[in-house]
């Protein structure tokens, strides 16, 4: 069976991505530091803890697999956190991700799957953000990716690494079959702050900035689930490994909702009342980013049945009741 190399395999998206390639009959390979990761979270495939800026490391586990891909998903991904400290993200996201592609070069293998973001795109006038649409990242941690990037197509012209690129937007919702789940320490991310707060996990939600020029005030994302979303990468595996050329994929559905809106839908999920307070903005947000997902449908075969608000809300708080994993 075909081994793909996962960096960050230990992590929320990582994990779900080694599921679904077990399932299509690869074997997953994880990468991972545990920087953030769960070595608990690798259920599929072997495990090999290091880190992407050891290029020793690396050469090892490529001399020892010789995968026919990568998956890339390594990476420190807090929008806050890269504004006060980018020192750490251009070093971990690009200097990190830099000793990987050289290495995967360097072992020929040269199908590429990488992890980006819609944070590439920044704050554009209320827009519907397609491939084609500039990229002016208005935080430290949208330059790290568009960078990495950058480094994918020059890479590509100089030594032939083909690459699938995917610009991800908000991420949610967990493995309906409960195996794993998204687990951050400490957790940033919306929903599953949310839920923690209505479980009584922690005080209260704060609402960052409710002053947005948008109809209640507060941000507009445009949520994905997990499952759709990795499922995207084996087809964004399958077109590298037809010979199609290098591609950008938003994935997104094209629907946004506002932090007011995710928080009453997760009221009707849970039928408990959401704790919450109103603060001020957070550095680096958009006002609003919502893709347009033609191209994954179109050319991929893309289809994000499970994207549903409620979908993605039902699932994440199934594996928040039952799902944790131990250091
Ligand atoms: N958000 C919030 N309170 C929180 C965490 C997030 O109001 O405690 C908002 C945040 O400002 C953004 C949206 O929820 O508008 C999604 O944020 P998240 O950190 O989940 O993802 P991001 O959009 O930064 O990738």
Known sequence: MSKVLVTGGAGYIGSHACKALKSAGYVPVTFDNLETGWEDAVKFGPFEKGDLLDRDRLDAVFAQYAPVAVMHFAALSQVGESMSNPGRYWRNNVTGSLTLIEAAVAAGCLDFVFSSTCATYGEQDNVVLDEDSAQH???????SKRAIEEILRDFETAHGLRHVIFRYFNVAGADPDGEVGE?????????????????????????????????????????????????????????????????????????????????????????????????????????????????????????????????????????????????
Request: charged content about 25%; glycine content about 10%.
């Open 137 to 143: 990242p208005i935080n430290a941690y949208g330059a």
């Open 183 to 327: 687990f951050h320490r400490p957790e940033t991310h919306l929903v599953p702050l949310l839920l923690d707060a209505i479980d009584g996990k922690r005080d209260a939600l704060t609402i960052f900035g409710t002053d947005y020029p948008t109809p209640d005030g507060t941000c507009i994302r445009d949520y994905v689930h997990v499952c759709d979303l990795v499922d995207a990468h084996v087809l964004g595996l399958k077109w590298l490994e037809d010979g199609k050329g290098s591609r950008v994929f938003n994935l997104g559905t094209g629907s946004g909702f506002s932090v007011r809106e995710v928080m009453q839908q997760s009221r009707s999920v849970t039928n408990r009342e959401v704790p919450y307070s109103e603060g001020p903005r957070r550095a680096g947000d958009c006002t609003k980013l919502v893709s347009g997902s033609r191209r994954a449908i179109a050319e991929l075969g893309w289809s994000p049945d499970r994207s549903t608000l409620d979908t993605m809300i039902r699932d994440a708080w199934r594996w928040h009741q039952t799902g944790h994993y131990e250091k």
